[in-house]
């Protein structure tokens, strides 16, 4: 059987028992996706449940094993299940991350950490786990510590599940990234950031980017805090939006910058993978200063193809390829 036909068969198993159980306990799709996501992962059925929903579980559950699938193939059935959800979802922070841009963090990630044996990563806006759980496949070589921070409780359980369906060692906490966090400092940070204004001045204003009047964008607030959660030297990886230095809040932001880390990338996404242009988003890598920190001579900057066009992104994989070996290895 393909792995496309094995992604297809779980998601059939997980979709169904899910709407079951919507229509049944009259919970919303992703609550449900949750509850039988528990139920596959704890193999066995709430004795709660009424007796015919139990019927239908038992039914459905017998057609999979998950000891017999990938960490890729439970990801992507996983991922298929919360996208269903997240279309009758209302709220406009359900997004997810689309998987080329989540593979290519990945390989951003494995550049950056060569030599690392062991690594500590931080989501501070974990989502549904998929951008985290999807680069920590990637790792395969390396014994990984994982922490996400995720202010939605139905999100934070999606992210719990996925991450344990993938026997993936994880800490998730449950608050507001921009509050005071609970993780200790890791070595690599990745996030997919939400855009807009946060509404918490009182708790901005001991950041460094704060807007002295009126909101601050909360993509701005998640920048500073995710480096003051990475250790010296650390790398953080951020998806941001593609007018991040043109905006009205820029110069905050860049003074920040200026005095608190090094960009080593900016990478501008295929426009084919956002629904408009205005939605259009980059990858920007930081370093935070510190002891062992490097000053490239230049950074890594790119405008990537459309993921299909294979000749021009192998051409664009090859430059930095290049860079990694000029730039950052022969500093190392």
């Given amino acids: 059987m393909s792995t496309f036909k094995d992604v297809e068969k779980l998601f059939i198993v ?49 057609k999979v094993n998950l000891t017999e699938y990938g960490k890729e193939e439970l990801r992507k059935a996983f991922q298929l299940a919360v996208l269903k959800g997240m279309k009758e979802a209302v709220q406009p922070h359900h997004a997810m991350t689309p998987d080329a841009v989540a593979l290519f963090t990945g390989y951003l990630v494995q550049k950056f950490m060569k030599k690392a044996e062991h690594l500590t990563l931080l989501d501070p806006v974990i989502g549904s786990g998929n951008l985290l759980t999807a680069v920590l496949n990637q790792l395969k070589d390396k014994e990984c510590e994982a922490f996400g921070v995720e202010v939605d409780e139905t999100l934070l359980r999606l992210a719990w599940v996925n991450a344990n369906i993938q026997k993936h060692k994880a800490e998730l906490f449950h608050q507001d990234v921009i509050k005071p966090l609970y993780a200790d400092p ?147």
């Fill in 14 to 62: 997980l979709d169904n028992t899910t709407t079951a159980i919507k229509e049944k306990l009259e919970i919303p799709y992703l609550d449900a996706l949750v509850e039988t996501g528990e139920n596959l992962f704890f193999q066995e059925i709430p004795k709660e449940y009424p007796k015919e929903l139990i019927s239908v579980l038992t039914g459905e559950y017998k």
């Fill in 186 to 332: 890791v070595d690599v940070v990745i996030a997919d950031l939400p855009v807009g204004y946060y509404p918490d001045d009182d708790t901005a204003k001991v950041y460094k980017v704060r807007e002295k009047n009126g909101h601050t964008y909360a993509h701005h607030l998640i920048i500073e805090q995710s480096v003051n959660h990475l250790k010296e030297a650390g790398i953080g990886i951020f998806i941001v939006p593609n007018n991040l230095f043109e905006s009205e809040q820029s110069a905050l932001l860049q003074a920040w910058i200026k005095e608190n880390v090094t960009i080593l990338g900016l990478l501008q996404l295929p426009e084919t993978l956002f629904k408009s242009s205005v939605h259009a988003k980059s990858i920007l890598i930081l370093q935070k200063n510190g002891e062992g920190a490097i000053k490239p001579k230049q950074a890594i900057l790119a405008q990537l193809p459309s993921f299909s066009n294979k000749t021009g992104l192998a051409n664009v994989m090859d430059q930095m390829n290049e860079w990694f070996k000029t730039e950052w290895e022969r500093e190392k």
